[in-house]
Structures are given as C-alpha cells and as structure tokens.
C-alpha cells in the first residue's frame, strides 16, 4: 500500500482501514530492521490494491534503528489480524510463529 505519514483515503471502508493498518508497521518499523523485513514479506505489494489514495507530506522524525520490542509485537500483530481476515491462514500461522519465536528472546 501507499503508505505515507497522513493519507486520505477514498473507496470501500473496510479495504480503507485494513490499508491503514498495514501503513503503520511499515511507518513504525525502521526499514532496514529484522522485523519490517518479515512483515512486509507479508504485506501485499502496493499494485495489488486498487484504491485512490492522496498523500499529503509531512515533515516526521526518522524512527529509531531498533523499535521498541511492544511496538514489534504490535506491529506483528496488526499484520496477523490482516491475514486472518483475508483468511490467509498459512502466512498468519507463520507470522504467529514469527512473533512467538521473537518474544522469546
């Protein structure tokens, strides 16, 4: 998804709030960190959704280079609750293990 710090959105409410939510692990997480790796393997690419979205910019601090660990785990969440939704249970299951192997260490 086209994921920029504020967007407006037009079209089918439910696609709307399931964009927004994938946008925030891709925002929150440092793209250069382990965990945006994994979860944008997740993610749709960005051709596959076929909304309108406009984009205002905005001037917002980089994120660190290592989230904090609850902001991981919610992210690895948000991105689980996606799948299970779009009933793609296979990539929620690994997701799930994913983020159960990444609370333990």
């Known amino acids: 998804a086209n994921c920029a710090s504020r967007e407006a ?7 709307t709030e399931g964009t927004r939510a994938l946008c925030f692990p891709q925002f ?5 960190c382990e965990a945006h790796s994994r979860l944008s ?6 051709d596959e959704h076929d909304m309108e979205v406009d984009t205002a910019t905005s001037s917002l ?10 902001l991981e ?4 969440l ?4 996606f799948l299970i939704d779009q ?3 296979n990539e ?9 192997a990444r609370l333990k260490t």
């Open 73 to 76: 785990i919610y992210c690895y």
């Open 92 to 100: 929620a299951k690994a997701c799930s293990s994913t983020s159960i």
């Open 41 to 46: 393997s997740y993610l749709p690419k960005e």
């Open 87 to 89: 009933k793609k249970y």
């Open 9 to 15: 959105y037009r079209g089918d409410p439910a696609q």
């Open 78 to 81: 948000l991105v689980l609750i």
């Open 28 to 32: 929150a997480l440092p793209p250069g």
């Open 61 to 70: 601090q980089a994120p660190a280079k290592h989230p904090l660990p609850e």
